[in-house]
């Protein structure tokens, strides 16, 4: 069972999440991601996952290198701290780049959604700094909320079988926490209330 919960743990590692939210929106719901058309939609995916999981990692394994952190599950609340606020930083420096760079503009659905990922780091990071969170939680239950919202607004139902497949599989993310003893029950769901309140209240406030 733990090598199964591993094995979940990392396809499912909070740094995919973006990624994987991107890829189901131009299969499920291309218009989610506009003003980008369908044909460039991959190349912004590649783009999504190079700065938000490709960065990020490089990043915890110079952390790793030099002694920052003692692994890479970080075990420790206080090792979290400064690979996070990194991430954190990486994150909302992406998202300015699409902004200045790209043309994207805060009433676009792409940089919308790539704000409340930003939000939904952020938040982590600073729960971080007083207790210990599930970021894999925070993670996989700010995509159901996202989805979510988007399932309710949207004019077609394409979403609706994925989200409650998101759900289902928030459940067993979150079990293979537990079952790695990577966190305790309170720890996994706080990070779950943290990480759906979030997605929720970002995209009420920017949708």
Do not use: C
């Not at 003003?35 to 952390?63: D, E, H, K, R």
């Not at 996202?146 to 928030?170: H, S, W």
């Amino acid at each position: 069972m733990n090598a199964l919960a591993r094995i979940i743990s990392v396809i499912f590692h909070p740094l995919l999440m973006a990624t994987y939210l991107f890829s189901l929106l131009a299969w499920a719901l291309p218009s989610a991601l506009a003003p980008l058309q369908p044909g460039s939609q991959p190349a912004y995916i590649v783009l999504v996952f190079i700065v938000t999981f490709l960065l990020p990692l490089s990043n915890i394994v110079i952390f790793r290198i030099f002694g920052t952190i003692r692994s890479f599950a970080m075990v420790e609340r206080k090792e979290r701290l400064i690979p996070f606020v990194f991430i954190s930083a990486i994150y909302v420096a992406v998202t300015y780049l699409l902004y200045v760079k790209t043309g994207l503009g805060p009433d676009h659905n792409f940089l919308k959604l790539m704000i409340i990922i930003d939000l939904l780091v952020v938040v982590s990071t600073i729960a971080t700094f007083f207790f210990k969170v599930s970021v894999h939680s925070v993670a996989i239950w700010g995509f159901v909320g996202i989805t979510l919202l988007l399932t309710k607004i949207a004019e077609v139902n394409t979403l609706f079988y994925a989200t409650i497949g998101l759900i289902l599989l928030a459940g067993v993310v979150m079990s293979s926490r537990l079952q790695l003893a990577a966190h305790s029950s309170h720890e996994v769901m706080l990070g779950g209330v943290l990480g759906l309140a979030t997605s929720i209240a970002g995209m009420l406030i920017l949708f």
